[in-house]
Antibody
């Protein structure tokens, strides 16, 4: 059974870069899309973007200029970088397996989430 | 991209049917998904491809999608179903609705 675990700093200084990693256990990153989603305190879900195992990416237009995703199949990990962060980027960040395709199947496996606070 | 609109809250009595809507332009042309999120937990996929249930999701959860509205129906609602429900659709990018707090009382 595939499980996901987010990791990374819980505190990031304003204007710096937020970096998170999602480790996939019980399966491979190959042939799947992997998404990052965030949830600001008391708010709803916001899709940040996804990466395919080949490295193909697709980002939320509202964040595109600040987001970079990468994948390391050998380590069964994929990563998120968000630059020039502000307090508005403080949120719980989730990684999820995303069944992207003509017959879109939703995000069927989620990590437990990691809380990131942007503050000096 | 597009927007998805959900009612902020829905209330239902135990054993009754809960209906949560999700509105978006031509949403019926896309596949809709629904997620359940309980406090302090990660979202859980409860409906995908408009009306399919993942393994382990009770039969009381069902979905439909037509025109501009997708609907999540919970038949015989139980207290354990109290949660926030999010709709989501994908059309080259993913969009989530704002979430609906389902209260069972």
């Amino acid at each position: 059974q595939v499980q996901l675990q987010e990791s990374g700093p819980g505190l990031v200084n304003p204007s710096e870069t937020l970096s998170l990693t999602c480790t996939v256990s019980g399966g491979s990153v190959s042939s799947y899309y992997w998404s990052w989603i965030r949830q600001s305190p008391g708010k709803g879900l916001e899709w940040i973007g996804y990466i395919f195992s080949s490295g193909y990416t697709n980002y939320n237009p509202s964040l595109k200029s600040r987001v970079t995703m990468s994948v390391d199949a050998s380590k069964t990990q994929f990563s998120l970088k968000l630059t020039s962060v502000t307090a508005a980027d403080s949120a719980i960040y989730y990684c999820a397996r995303d069944r992207v395709g003509t017959n879109y199947g939703g995000m069927d496996v989620w990590g437990q989430g990691t809380t990131v606070t942007v503050s000096s | 991209s597009f927007d998805l609109t959900q009612p902020p809250s829905v209330s239902v009595s135990p054993g009754q049917t809960a209906t949560i809507t999700c509105a978006g332009y031509n949403l019926g042309d896309k596949f809709a998904c629904w997620y359940q999120q309980k406090p302090g937990q990660s979202p859980v996929l409860v409906i995908y491809q408009d009306n399919k249930r993942p393994s382990g999701i009770p039969e009381r959860f069902s979905g439909s999608n037509s025109g501009n509205t997708a609907t999540l129906t919970i038949s015989g609602t139980q207290t354990v179903d109290e949660a926030v429900y999010y709709c989501q659709a994908w059309d080259s990018t993913s969009v989530f609705g704002g979430g609906t707090k389902l209260t069972v009382l």
